[in-house]
């Protein structure tokens, strides 16, 4: 049964450039969770989505970040004309649809570098 | 809003026990949670608490007040392997996201 996948694991982006991080969340989850954590920091929400809708998205940066979760494949979160401060450590996280009692599973992140 | 505290640092001998606490002031709670982070790597879920009291499994252990707005992490019998990071967080009324404290990182010294 396989876990939460993230893909890339590590990216380097040149300041300016776009990323697109993938997650495809455990099987029979339909909620799906992006966080973002800074080097020696905590992890910070960003956006709470199901099939094609985005439910929460209080964290999201207003400008250059944006999230889907299409009816097929996998939850992608973008970043567009990067710059050195978005070099982060991305989480992306889901958890089955009833939300009470229910454990959130991480994914292995993926490591976005700016240079 | 939510906040959540819980201590910087912490040192422990192997072998030995360390209670981590964590304190949250929230709008709506629906569940506590912990995570272990070892440097590099992903977040793995440890436990979660819903009623007060003490929810033992293996040598961790965590406790939960929600009148006090308080838990805490037990570990017992310390090994050199339990050195990281310890994220204490609380999910929200609706439900849906876990808002986190900075973390603990936990230092196993021989």
């Known amino acids: 049964n396989a876990g939460v996948m993230q893909n890339p694991r590590h990216l380097v982006r040149r300041r300016g450039q776009e990323a697109r991080l993938r997650c495809s969340p455990m099987?029979?989850?339909?909620?799906v969770y992006w966080y973002r954590q800074l080097p020696e920091e905590g992890l910070k929400f960003m956006v709470y989505?199901?099939?094609?809708?985005?439910?929460?998205e209080s964290g999201m940066p207003k400008e250059r970040f944006s999230a889907e979760f299409p009816k097929e494949g996998p939850s992608i979160l973008r970043i567009q004309q990067v710059v050195r401060g978005d070099s982060a450590a991305y989480f992306c996280?889901?958890?089955?649809?009833?939300?009470?009692?229910?454990?959130?599973?991480f994914g292995e992140g993926s490591w976005l570098t700016v240079v | 809003g939510q906040n959540i505290d819980q201590p910087t640092e912490m040192t422990a001998t192997e072998g030995a026990i360390v209670q981590i606490n964590c304190t949250y002031q929230t709008s709506g709670f629906n569940g506590l949670f912990w995570y272990q982070q070892h440097a590099g790597e992903a977040p793995t879920f440890l436990s979660y608490n819903v009623l007060d009291g003490l929810e033992e499994k293996g040598r961790f252990s965590s406790f939960l007040s929600r009148s006090k707005g308080y838990s805490y992490l037990l570990l017992k019998e310390l090994q050199m392997k339990d050195s990281a990071s310890y994220l204490c967080a609380v999910r929200d009324g609706a439900g849906n996201k876990l808002t986190f404290g900075g973390g603990t990182r936990v230092l196993v010294k021989p």
């Open positions: 996280a889901s958890s089955p649809p009833a939300s009470s009692g229910n454990t959130i599973y």
């Open positions: 099987k029979g989850h339909s909620h």
């Open positions: 989505l199901q099939k094609e809708n985005i439910i929460d």
